[in-house]
């Protein structure tokens, strides 16, 4: 990298905590916030396990609030986490030249709700079965005229970038879990190119609607000898799938020299990152290789040795498989280091997923301390990592790797140290 990039503003959004503050708490409070998700009232349907993201009120930050009317859950999660960053950077007022102010955003393919649906599916009932023939002029005349608006990926980005006057690079990824995180990447590589000063990067995702939850494959069915918050286990030997939950989380990046001269805080430095593809043929499982070369290609644009990364910030998905390759890869390349699992705390979610977890480790290099992975009681000799548990962990090498990966076989890893 030719230009420094620091991190000087921060917004979340999630299960555990709606604010910088809220989401500290949550992490320092050590437990889980998913819970049963009353849905839908259907006698003859399993309840569903998830966190949501509880009391949020999407019209304490979404300007003007006519927007509203075309924004999905994904969106006015990740317009808030944004507003919250932006006002944490106090980009507003600030002298920011809006040409070189630019965003990266990542997003999931976003479900219709439901409800938006029934209407339109009712008009096209012929004496009881569903007339295919009259679907195209139903739904013309059913729906609402601007429902695509409401779904479309990219939307998050345009209306973050209308309600702060970003008029600079504007970009939206869709990469499943490592969404937001190579987002984040990508932003960094913006300012590196020296195609703007200022960048806003993130992700957002709502994976508790019930088109996702029903088709994905998660441990998310409610079983009534357990408690709900404590089906999430990574790297657990009872660990038995993922849980699915909804959030954002929103960094605003600049470089050094820009931030220092606006007199703006800087949370941490981004050393550098790497992004891998790992091919699967014929829908094999992945080994891990990707993983592998993700962890090593950060180290090396760092500049760094393993024994100098202070902790690892897990992709820790809870599934059997996944958390096994991440684990080996984790010893193979940094041996002994401690690993925390975010995810325990609220589940994946999805697009969402990097962007917010990457903001606990952002406040462990801040105060020396390593949130601990709840629920993790029993340790699996097919997961060889020093998982954090029980109490947080103080470190004295304020350097973290981040990782994510996804079910088409990216991997992503980022290293952060230090202001």
């Known amino acids: 990298m030719h230009s420094e990039v620091v991190v000087t503003g921060l ?6 905590g709606i604010g910088l503050d809220a989401f ?33 009120d999407p019209k304490l930050y979404v300007r003007p609030r006519k927007s509203l009317k075309v924004m999905s859950r994904d969106i006015q999660l990740a317009f808030a986490a944004a507003d919250m960053a932006c006002a944490d950077a106090r980009l507003r007022d600030s002298g920011v030249d ?15 709700e439901l409800e ?7 008009s096209c009932i012929v004496d009881g079965r569903f007339d295919f023939s009259r679907w195209g002029e139903a739904a013309m005349t059913e729906m609402f005229p601007l429902w ?20 600079g690079p504007n970009n939206s990824l869709t990469l499943a879990e490592v969404s937001s995180l190579s987002a984040i990447a990508e932003a960094m590589r913006v300012i590196d190119r020296g195609q703007a000063d200022v960048m806003i990067a993130g992700g957002a995702g709502s994976r508790v609607h019930p088109t996702i939850l029903f088709r994905s494959e998660a441990c998310q069915l409610d079983s009534p000898d357990e408690d709900p918050a404590s089906v999430c286990r990574p790297f657990d030997a009872r660990r038995r799938g993922m849980v699915n939950g909804e959030g954002a989380g929103v960094l605003v990046l600049e470089s050094r020299r820009h931030a220092e001269a606006r007199g703006a805080k800087i949370y941490c430095r981004i050393l550098g990152y790497s992004a891998t593809f790992e091919p699967r043929a014929n829908g094999a499982p992945m080994t891990g290789k990707g993983i592998r070369k993700a962890i090593a290609g950060a180290l090396r644009e760092a500049g760094l040795n393993a024994e100098e990364v202070g902790h690892v910030n897990a992709h820790g998905l809870s599934t059997v498989h996944d958390d096994r390759i991440e684990a080996q890869a984790i010893r193979e390349l940094l041996g002994d280091v401690p690993v925390t699992a975010p995810k325990s ?20 290099i801040q ?36 990782l994510n990966h996804a079910p088409l076989g990216q991997s992503v890893a980022m290293l952060l140290g230090p202001p």
């Open 148 to 167: 695509m608006l409401k779904y479309l990926p990219n939307m998050p980005a345009c209306h973050v970038g209308i309600a702060q006057d970003a008029r």
């Open 345 to 364: 705390f609220f589940g994946n979610l999805g697009a969402g997923t990097g962007a917010v977890e990457i903001i606990a480790s952002i406040l462990a």
């Open 11 to 16: 917004g979340v959004v999630s299960p555990i």
């Open 98 to 112: 809006p040409d070189r102010l630019g965003i990266v955003f990542g997003a999931d393919l976003i479900p219709c």
């Open 116 to 122: 938006e649906l029934v209407a339109t599916y009712r």
């Open 367 to 402: 105060d020396g301390h390593v949130p601990v992975t709840v629920n993790y009681q029993f340790p699996d000799p097919q997961c060889p990592v020093n998982v954090v548990h029980g109490e947080p962990l103080h470190v004295n090498r304020p350097i973290a790797l981040k």
């Open 24 to 56: 500290a708490k949550g992490l320092a409070a050590g437990r889980s916030a998913v819970r049963r998700l009353e849905l839908f009232q259907a006698d003859d349907l399993p309840i569903p396990l998830g966190a949501i993201v509880e009391c949020f």
